[in-house]
C-alpha cells in the first residue's frame, strides 16, 4: 500500500482524520491523473453516513490514517477518459461505496460487485494501482466510470447523496425479494433512521402498505404524517406487538443498535422473511422457535452492484424519492459526527462542499 503512486500529480484540499480521536481537519494530499478509464468529478455534495464515524475513529481496527470519509458523493463530471463509456463532461454524476473489484469473478460478472473477494472501497481501500483511496470529503475525485452511477435531473444533488448508500442498502433487499413491481404487500421497516426513512418512502412509492416498528412511540406522527406509513408498532408496548402477530409479508431490519430478534420475526406472517441491513456491534439474540414454527427466513445484504444503484437512482428521479436531510458546512463536520454519535439528526447529515446550492 501506498499513500501515492507515481501518478498521483493532482493535489485536492480535503478534510481527514489523523488518530483515533476521530476529528477532521483540513488536508491537503494528491490523486491520481485520470487514466483512460477513469471520470474527474467535481464533488458538491457528501452525506455523512455512520460508518464514517467508526473509520475515523478506527472502532473496527481496520483504518489506514490520515483516512479521507465519504462514500455518498454527488458532482459534475470534468473530464473523461477515451474508454470511459455513457459518461460526458458535465453529466451529474454519483459514487457510492465501491471503487474496484477484480471484474472477473462470477459475483462481477452477475453485476454484484459488491460481494467481489477483491473489492474494494471509496475510501480506505486499495485501488487497483497500490494507492490508498481518499473518499469524498474533498474538492474533487477521480474514479473508474465502471464504479459511477448518473444522478437523474428530477432529484436535487445534496438530498441525492445519502442515495447512494443509505438508498442502495435498502433499496436491494426490496428487490430482492420482487417488491419493486409486485402485487401490494404488507412491509414491516424496523427503525426511522437514515436507512428506514428511506426504505419507508420506497415502499409507499412501490404501492405496499408499509408499518414502521420502533421503539420510540414519539416517532408514530412523523412516521404517518410525514412520511405516509400505513402502520406504527411499538416495539416495547406488548400489546401492540402481540397484535400485530402474522400480520407481515417482509420486514427490513435497519437498526444498527443491539436488540433481539424474536419478537419481531413473530410479526412476520408463516413463510415471511426478515432482511438485517443493521449491522449491531454485537452478536444479535436470534431464539429458533420464531424461525421453526412459523417457516420465516432471516437474511442479511449489503448495498448492491452497480446496475442495481442505477436502477434506483432510476426510480428515484421516476418517484422524486430523496432523503430528507441537513446540510452541513465542512466547518462543521465535527459537529455533526457529535450530533450522529447522539442519533441527533432527521435523518442525514450532507456536507456542501463547493459551496452550490441544491438546485444544481
Known amino acids: 500500500m501506498a499513500q501515492t503512486t507515481p501518478n498521483h500529480t493532482q493535489t485536492v484540499a480535503g478534510w481527514a482524520a489523523h488518530d483515533t480521536s476521530g476529528e477532521i481537519t ?8 485520470n487514466r483512460d478509464t477513469d471520470v474527474t468529478i467535481e464533488i458538491l455534495y457528501c452525506g455523512i453516513c455512520h460508518t464514517d464515524l467508526h473509520q475515523a475513529k478506527n472502532d473496527w481496527g481496520i483504518t489506514t490514517y490520515p483516512i479521507v470519509p465519504g462514500h455518498e458523493i454527488t458532482g ?23 471503487a474496484a473489484s477484480c471484474l472477473d469473478c462470477e459475483f462481477c460478472k452477475s453485476s454484484q460487485e459488491n460481494y467481489c473477494d477483491q473489492l474494494q472501497f471509496t475510501y ?31 432529484l436535487p444533488m445534496d438530498a441525492a447523496a445519502p442515495l447512494l448508500c443509505a438508498g442502495i442498502t435498502v433499496f436491494t433487499p426490496l428487490k430482492d425479494h420482487n417488491l419493486i413491481e409486485s402485487p401490494r404487500k404488507k412491509i414491516g421497516v424496523v427503525g426511522l433512521g437514515g436507512l428506514g426513512h428511506v426504505a419507508v418512502k420506497f415502499g409507499k412509492a412501490f404501492g405496499h402498505h408499509v408499518t414502521v416498528i ?27 406487538m402481540e397484535a ?23 410479526l412476520l406472517k408463516v413463510n415471511g422473511t426478515m432482511v438485517i441491513v443493521g449491522a449491531p456491534g454485537k452478536p444479535l439474540e436470534l431464539p429458533a422457535f ?16 452497480m446496475k442495481e444503484t ?18 452541513v458546512k465542512p466547518d462543521n ?28
Open 124 to 154: 480506505n481501500g486499495v485501488f487497483w494501482d497500490g494507492s490508498i483511496t481518499y473518499g469524498g470529503y474533498s474538492k474533487m475525485i477521480v474514479a473508474d466510470y465502471r464504479y459511477v452511477v448518473h444522478v437523474p435531473e428530477s
Open 310 to 327: 442505477q436502477e434506483m437512482m432510476d426510480l428515484c428521479g421516476k418517484y422524486k424519492i430523496s432523503c430528507d436531510i441537513e446540510v
Open 76 to 98: 459534475i463530471i470534468t473530464k473523461v477518459g477515451k474508454k470511459v463509456e455513457n459518461f460526458k463532461v458535465g453529466d451529474r454524476a454519483g459514487i457510492g461505496c465501491l
Open 244 to 266: 400485530g402477530k402474522r400480520t407481515l409479508d417482509f420486514i427490513l431490519d435497519t437498526v444498527s443498535a443491539d436488540h433481539g430478534l424474536g419478537p419481531i420475526l413473530e
Open 214 to 240: 420502533s421503539t420510540s412511540p414519539s416517532k408514530e406522527k412523523e412516521a404517518r404524517e410525514r412520511l405516509g406509513a400505513d402502520g406504527f408498532i411499538v416495539s416495547s408496548n406488548p400489546k401492540q
Open 290 to 305: 420464531p424461525l421453526l414454527f412459523g417457516k420465516r427466513t432471516i437474511k442479511g445484504g449489503i448495498i448492491g452492484g
Open 26 to 33: 483540513p488536508y491537503t494530499f494528491k490523486r491520481r491523473e
Open 333 to 360: 463536520i465535527n459537529e455533526a459526527f457529535n450530533r450522529l454519535a447522539k442519533n441527533d439528526v432527521k435523518y442525514r447529515f450532507v456536507i456542501d462542499i463547493a459551496g452550490s446550492s441544491s438546485n444544481l
